[in-house]
């Protein structure tokens, strides 16, 4: 049984519970039925994403009660709070999508102000979309009290004419039915079965990315990432990571003690092996900014090259998260990375014991084909790889995981937004060899940064995936696969080159090499330059204006504060 004698004298709790003078603030808690024995023990922040928005979202509440039983195990007293979150899959393809990244953003922020109003002692979190995942792990290493981050579960696959899909499916035979090779009863039929569950996308899209980059970064614990999320067993996990954080709370051991440069190394691998989103390169470097550690997506874009491909994970692969449980669940793939001598065994988790002991007694099974050995990889290098050249000097981000060609030498055509570049795939408005340029949707511009799947997805589903390639200052969705390269900086909105570039300009990208260029003198890039003229947006108040104001490039993490350089103090020591 753990000790129920607690010193105070540290915990930001004293602020809100501690003498005399703090009659009225423990009115409240009384109030709301706590007993004096739970006001004087620690106040332990139960933070969810729930909400009706979408599957990924709505079992975290179950989850969450699971979690306040075991802090209340561990002598703590649990206080449940929700915050927002955007779903991809529904803002996708519209206006709603520039609300996705802010969301991220907005996510931390409400989380920091929730947990410093009430001054609670340590945090479990509990996320289960592409943004809620980092936004809330963001907020942890914001905050330095001790944390155990819970990914809510991945959804199950559906099954259509004998074949696991997931909306991915769904999104590309849009495609199809505009070219006229899926009838309507068919597409009916696929999106009444593509999801049949609670949970986020199934395939190494951006939510199973982040649920694999918290296991290997040590925020969450081993194997809790795994079970798809309505089974009971993601409510045992939700009681573990209950008990962890009281013991990590007893220990004072902070996400910072966790997250370092090391740990941040063994993350980018990780995405790389597996084939994961190109959003972790915005993310990890914004995880790293909250705690101070210089970390860009050159730097993640690097250590993913060195890795080997292991995973043989949708959207380029075969398989899903569900696939990835079945045979041992993200604990086999840190496995096969440690004994590679790949990744830096000696970093601290949340167990309060290390990588490398955490996974001491795993066993890699040979008896599948989900996840391959390092001496047997599906290619030597990661699914990820970094671009630089004349047309993205700030760097550039593509998936290459399931290519087999790794060149592409096309012309430009050119889209000024989203929208216009789905209108002339959806009409056929472009032909073998373009490379389709969508700008003034990054960070400031869009503003937002965009996800493009329902552009891409279109041009997969009319079977011209590999005829075309697409350049955007946005993003692209951890489901996206082809040659799509995203992040372009600088991006257009402050004059980057891909603001420079028109309809017939050759543009020559090599993921093998590491470069992207346009064919074009130096002299007229300049003289382009100097005749572009800035463009304003329709954004001029509210949320996505305030946002435009603070954000910074993508190469940095998309980042609206100035970081844990600029502190002078850290809460978890107010």
Known sequence: ?????????????????????????????????????????????????????????????????????????GLGTPREFTTITVTDGIAMGHQGMKSSLASR?????????????????????????????PGMMMAMLRLNV???????????????????????????????????????EDLHALECVACPSAGACGG??????????????????????????????????????????????????????????????????????????????????AMAHEAGIPFTLHDVAEIMRKAPYIGDLKPGGRYVAYDVYKVGGIPVIVKALLDAGLLHGDCLTVTGQSLAENHREVIFPRDQDVIRPVSDPISPTGGVVGLKGNLAPDGAIVKVAGMKELRFEGTALCFDCEEDAFAA?????????????????????????????????????????????????GRFSGATRGFCIGHVGPEAAVGGPIALL??????????????????????????????????????????LWKYAQLVGPAHLGAVTHPGGTAETHVYADI
């Not at 129920?4 to 003078?21: A, C, I, M, Q, Y």
């Not at 989380?111 to 509990?126: I, K």
């Not at 990571?241 to 370092?260: C, F, Y």
């Not at 309809?503 to 300049?526: C, H, M, N, Q």
């Open 1 to 73: 049984m753990p000790d129920n004698t607690w010193d105070k004298s540290r915990l930001p709790s004293r602020h809100v519970t501690v003498g005399p003078e703090r009659a009225p603030h423990r009115s409240y808690y009384y109030a709301m039925g706590l007993t004096e024995e739970e006001i004087a023990q620690p106040l332990v922040g139960v933070a969810t994403c729930w909400n009706e928005a979408a599957p990924c979202n709505i079992a975290l509440s179950r989850q969450a009660q699971s979690v306040k039983v075991g802090v209340k195990h």
């Open 105 to 133: 953003d907005a996510i931390a922020d409400t989380v920091e102000l929730t947990m410093r109003g009430h001054c609670y002692d340590a945090m479990v979190g509990l996320a289960g979309c592409d943004k809620s995942l």
């Open 146 to 184: 001790p944390s155990v981050f819970m990914y809510g579960g991945s959804i199950l696959p559906g099954k259509f004419q004998g074949r696991d899909v997931t909306v991915v499916d769904v999104f590309e035979a849009v495609g199809q039915h505009a070219a006229g090779n899926m009838s309507d």
């Open 204 to 285: 190494q899209f951006t939510a199973n990315t982040m649920a694999t980059v918290s296991e290997a970064i040590g925020l969450a614990l081993p194997g809790s990432a795994g079970a798809p999320a309505p089974y009971e067993d993601r409510d045992k996990w939700a009681v573990e990571s209950g008990r962890a954080v009281m013991e990590l709370l007893r220990k004072n051991i902070r996400p910072r003690d966790i997250v370092t440069k090391e740990s941040l190394y063994n993350a980018a691998l990780i995405v790389g092996a597996t084939g994961g989103s190109t959003n972790a390169g915005l993310h990890l470097p």
């Open 425 to 473: 795939v959806d009409a056929r408005a472009y032909k073998p060899g373009d490379v389709i340029v969508i700008r003034y949707e990054g960070p400031k511009g869009g503003p937002g940064m965009r996800e493009m799947l329902s552009t891409t997805a279109a041009l997969y589903g009319q079977g011209m995936g590999g005829e075309v390639a697409l350049i955007t200052d």
């Open 502 to 543: 028109k309809d017939g300009d050759r543009i020559v990208i090599d993921a093998d090499k590491g470069t992207i260029d346009v064919d074009l003198p130096e002299t007229e890039i300049a003289a382009r330059r100097a005749a572009w003229k800035p463009r304003g947006t329709d954004y001029n108040a509210g949320a």
